[in-house]
């Protein structure tokens, strides 16, 4: 036994018990006939103290060499504080040391383990074991194990079986690039990883299995965006004999579960919204309803004058932004030039502002009078003090531009707060989206997605229009999960591919065991998949997830610390019939 | 909503309720004017009923149309049956049905979904979804998911902290062989997929994790033997601060959780055996110890004698068989022959009979006298009417054959009661075996293990009696788990590389990230993980693991239901920068 007592477990009800603590040197404090030191392990931190008059010389010595992340064992007895510390649990008392043994040293580490550290990303990434000992690693870990515990409690109440689909499959093409594993005992075949358990979950259906899930490590081989991951996680569910409401009962129980027993709140009914009115509404499929600013289509309020931009457009819409009437010039030409940058597009921005006073000035005053800038602000939802900003152009793209200043505007004012949680369903997505590169349609969701009944009879005519069976969860403008209804007829999968391009040679060879297994008497059924990282990280009031995985890898998908990937040996490829060939 | 209640649910005290059910038809039986079918799903079988003096013509035609396999929805009343069938939980009652809708058809199976069913290993494979909907492979995947929730919420609540660790890692070439997976954006670069997380869950000790876990799937590209799986799922576990005692305290208690969660067993604490002591008394590392046939050795009673085979071995060994004097000849003959396969690899075997009179009787009567073969007896403990059998040799050989003779034995006189539950824990093992081939010592368990204190004067003198701080929780005769206390200071872990054939430098290419966490504080750890196919199966009462996996692979790391692996298009392998080499 290596302690009695946790670093965090220590009261002033403890006073006197003679105790066993371990842990590291956080600091330590020298004030000549007293020594102090933050003792830290994973569940706090507990002062100790030596003190000359009452510690043996040796153990003072043996103090004052001690440096930062030393690992020590002490024993002593907890004494009452002379000046006690509200700001930690153990701040009451202190320990007054009779021995100390120091279990390991430690070099001066490359940056210090503090919440507010001195180490840059890089650093901390390369000694990401040492980073895990800071505060807002350690908790955002134990925070998704706790996420994860719960999630486990209220689907296995409910009658969900996790069971584990294999890591060593097959290699489709449809979707993102797939990771592949050489066969040494198959020469010149591969295994691909999962990018999802998706036909695997969906053979659990068949096989009765009811009602399914799994939080498993899910595997894509893209160019790295800023804040995804090569490998990742999901909570992947599925259930049979349902309709799309049932499963919507069923996720929002669960992340109201989570909200409840993580946050301790009570949220209303998830509010839903169709795909196409996110994007009238929002610009955006994924909406942050946290906040206002909603979208106004000013076409009929704006293309009656001689603004030939706006006349010209396919859309013109805006946005109202609230106490921004009284942005100076440079303030306003700032957010212009910020929609203008290459990663947004947009070729110029209006703006109005709507006085204090009920008058309007526009950048635009010459050609709308008072009376069509009020109009404008009816239909952006304007208030005296607002800035009404306005973007023009080809529908979908002006709407993902106001968009995006939608919501850099919301991060600025402070609108987005992370402990307010505004979960949303987005349904009705379209089933098929139009690839211009490919000419051709991928399925927007993915191909075991059902059409909706009421318009497969678009499915000849205008594909763009058939809806699908599909749905996601949003939370504070983040998706955090998506489903569907799955196709389970055979027959409306063999038309689902053709519509995707497939020959029925391809489909066969691709799915065949998929589709060969909706032979066999596949019932109704549909899931849904949340993605763990983005989750917690939403629920822990973040949005970048780099904190909530342990060993995150970096943006050329390595990983700094193990140094990988690396060169292998030739007789390893050998092995494995494979050669490196460096174009 | 596509169903009131689930198969399994009705009771007579539901009688006269309307319900509606969907499942698969297990089996109709058309009596002319009644038609009975049993509807089933994951939660049970319930007993539909036609009866053409109260349901709709149109709906008898449909009933009787119905095949094996059909996903139906029905309508009715619950009524009492008339003839009950307590054999089943809803044997009370029966569906009267007023509508039925077919949800799917179905092709007749390519075997029975019954619990014996005609499929063979192969075609159950196969079809793996039409397998997993018999109760046996159902029953075992809905274990599993239990005995994983029991775990899980155990070592919550010891504050052990789930964490997922990469699986896309870095190749080493000690242990087993890797998975390896090119890196398409560090061309010539390979990931490897972890065979355990192990330096990962020494690093998250350093990173101060203090208790972790993980069920996690680990990858080993071995020759497979029967019931070995290249990909196969660990619980992980890893502690701080703590020695041997206190590991095996905590997965003791675990494993009695899950014996009495599961099945209600209270288990006394487990009793303890060196490596010495097991190889001794069983010729085993992990034995069975729900049955006797101890091994008594018979050196001191046997080598004074004329018999020149006992006299020139390094051991001569035995144990009595229960109730076997009465063995023919017959019956001798084939032990005799079953020790000398191949496999066993003895050269012959002497037998025993101790006669229910007291009397002995010997294949070597010419060599030994009564006084010498009651010796024996002694020896081994036999009683009247036992069979001793003996096998010689040098002493390792010798008694790892007569073990595998004990095992056979057991199983033949049905000694292996499966649902009865004998834990032991094995310690002391040896930090290093000798390899004969690379003529050189591996680590036993792997190269993080420590030494044992007292012995590491041995180091260099005698490295073959240097013992381990590692130690295996045996049940029924499988290591379910195994585990040490880690080196936790760089000079140990370097002493240790050397003692393997490590150059320092190949040593800091390999571990380096390892020995450099070291520097800056590792607490004393150790850990244990559980093998939780081979845990689950014992568990189930099965010594096999395939039907505790859903999607298993086969003895040539094939999944013939998906046909994994496949070759692949040239244009993965030319992003990837590898080609196939076949020699």
Chains 1, 2 share one sequence.
């Not at 009238?280 to 009929?300: C, H, Q, S, T, V």
């Not at 995006?404 to 992370?418: D, I």
Request: charged fraction near 25%; charge should be negative; include cysteine.
């Amino acid at each position: 036994m290596y302690r009695s007592h946790s670093c965090g477990e220590l009261r002033i009800a403890d006073t006197n018990k003679d105790v066993i603590l371990a842990g590291w040197v956080q600091k330590s404090r020298d004030k000549g006939f007293m020594v102090w030191v933050d003792l830290r392990d994973r569940y706090g931190i507990t002062q100790l103290i030596f003190d000359e008059s009452r510690t043996d010389a040796a153990v003072m010595q043996q103090a004052r060499a001690l440096g930062r992340e030393f690992v020590i064992q002490v024993s002593g007895t907890v004494i009452e504080r002379e000046s006690k510390n509200n700001n930690m649990p153990t701040g009451d008392i202190e320990v007054l040391v009779k021995e100390l043994k120091v279990l390991n040293s430690s070099e001066v580490p490359p940056f210090t383990i503090e919440d507010d550290t001195d180490g840059g990303e890089d650093i901390r990434m390369k000694y990401r074991y040492l980073d895990i000992r800071r505060n807002p690693v350690k908790n955002s870990l134990l925070f998704r194990h706790k996420v994860t515990q719960e999630v486990r409690n209220y689907l296995s109440n409910l009658d969900f079986c996790e069971v584990e689909t294999p890591y060593l499959i097959k290699s489709t093409p449809e979707g993102a690039r797939d990771f592949i594993v050489p066969s040494r005992m198959n020469p010149g075949q591969f295994y691909a990883l999962p990018q999802s358990p998706q036909t695997f979950k969906q053979l659990l259906m068949v096989a009765g299995m009811d009602r399914y899930f799994q939080i498993v490590k899910c595997f894509r081989d893209e160019d790295l965006r800023a804040d995804r991951q090569p490998e990742f996680t999901q909570i992947d569910c599925e259930m049979s004999f349902i309709e799309q409401e049932d499963i919507l009962d069923v996720f929002e129980g669960l992340t109201r579960h989570l909200l409840k027993t993580i946050h301790q709140l009570e949220v209303e009914k998830f509010p839903r919204m169709t795909f196409d009115e996110a994007m009238r509404r929002y610009g955006n499929d994924k909406p942050d309803i946290r906040f206002g600013m909603e979208f106004g289509e000013l076409n009929a309020v704006a293309q009656h004058k001689d603004f030939g931009v706006f006349n010209s457009a396919e859309l013109v819409v805006g946005i109202a932004v609230p106490q921004a009437a009284g942005y100076t010039r440079k303030q306003i030409d700032e957010l212009i030039d910020w929609v203008k940058r290459p990663q947004i597009g947009a070729s110029g921005m209006v703006y109005c502002k709507c006085e204090p006073d009920g008058t309007f000035k526009s950048s635009v005053d010459k050609f709308y009078d008072q009376e069509d800038l009020a109009n404008w602000a009816k239909a952006t939802g304007a208030q005296p003090g607002n800035l009404i900003l306005i973007l023009s152009g080809p529908a979908y793209k002006t709407r993902t531009q106001l968009s995006a200043l939608r919501m850099e505007l919301g991060n600025r004012l402070g609108l987005r707060k992370p402990h307010e949680f505004a979960p949303l369903w987005v349904i009705d997505f379209p089933l098929l989206e139009w690839d211009e590169d490919a000419a051709r349609y991928h399925a927007m969701h993915h191909p075991f997605t059902s059409p909706k009944q009421e318009d497969i009879h678009l499915l000849d005519s205008e594909p763009g229009k058939v809806r699908a069976n599909a749905y996601d969860l949003v939370l504070n403008g983040n998706e955090i999960g998506g489903g569907s209804i799955r196709i389970h007829d055979k027959e409306t999968q063999a038309l689902m591919f053709k519509h995707l391009g497939f020959t029925a040679e391809e489909a066969q060879e691709q799915f065949g065991f998929l589709m060969n297994a909706f032979q066999y008497g596949a019932p109704p059924h549909g899931g849904l998949a949340f993605g763990l990282d983005r989750l917690t990280a939403i629920l822990g009031g973040q949005e970048t997830i780099r904190d909530y995985i342990a060993f995150p890898k970096n943006n050329s998908g390595r990983d700094v610390m193990i140094d990988a990937p690396s060169a292998i040996a030739k007789s390893q490829l050998d092995e494995l019939s494979i050669g490196v060939q460096l174009s």
